[in-house]
Every structure is written in C-alpha cells, then in structure tokens.
C-alpha cells in the first residue's frame, strides 16, 4: 500500500511562513504526479497547488505567488512551502499522489490556522 503522511503544519500569525511535508512509502513511482489541497468546512475541497512528474508547477489563483511545491530528488517527499500566510489560508491541508489514472493516494489532512 501506499501511505502518506503529512507535517509541518500548526498556527501562525498572518504574514507568517509555513513548511508542509507529505513523506511517501510503499509502490508509489517517486516522480507520479504530487498535489496539495486544502478543505475548510462548508467550501469545496480546493487545490492549492500541483507538480508534474517532469517537475511543471500549477497553483491556484488564491495562493499564486506566496506558495511553492518541491520534491527532494527521489519524490519520496513533497514540499509546500507557504509565505505570506493569511486567515483565508486557515483549513486542512491534504498531500495527494497519483498513482493510476483512476487512483490517487491520500495522506490524513494537517491543520493549518492562521490568526489576524
């Protein structure tokens, strides 16, 4: 199976700076597609941010600018990286593989809250 686990979250004062990681094990190719999504009740599941196997980046809109993804060289650990941190930003963030085109992989969510 594979397993992804989440850290680096936590509270932060706006303006802040914050380190997500999602480490990966298990059959998982190292360079598969890796996202970041987050949830805050009552809105939709949002992707924040995605990487490609060949290392292309996509963000959405609401973050372009203050968040960055990475990988070390393998991809058995994906980054993002969050500056300028704001209240919107507050929810819980999931790391997501993929590994088929019909099946991702999941890690179990790390919160995030950022204070005005």
């Known amino acids: 199976q594979v397993r992804l686990v989440e850290s680096g979250g936590g509270l932060v004062q706006a303006g802040g700076s914050l380190r997500l990681s999602c480490a990966a094990s298990?059959?998982?190719?190292?360079?598969?597609?890796a996202a970041w999504y987050r949830q805050t009740p009552g809105k939709e599941r949002e992707q924040v941010a995605r990487?490609?196997?060949?290392?292309?980046?996509d963000y959405a809109d609401s973050v372009k600018g203050r968040f960055a993804i990475s990988r070390d060289n393998r991809g058995n650990t994906v980054y993002l990286q969050m500056n300028s941190l704001k209240p919107e930003d507050t929810g819980i963030y999931f790391c997501?593989?993929?590994?088929?085109?019909?099946?991702?992989?999941w890690g179990q969510g790390i919160q995030v809250t950022v204070s005005s």
């Open positions: 298990g059959p998982i190719a190292g360079l598969n597609t």
């Open positions: 990487m490609a196997p060949g290392g292309s980046t």
């Open positions: 997501a593989r993929k590994i088929s085109g019909t099946h991702a992989a």
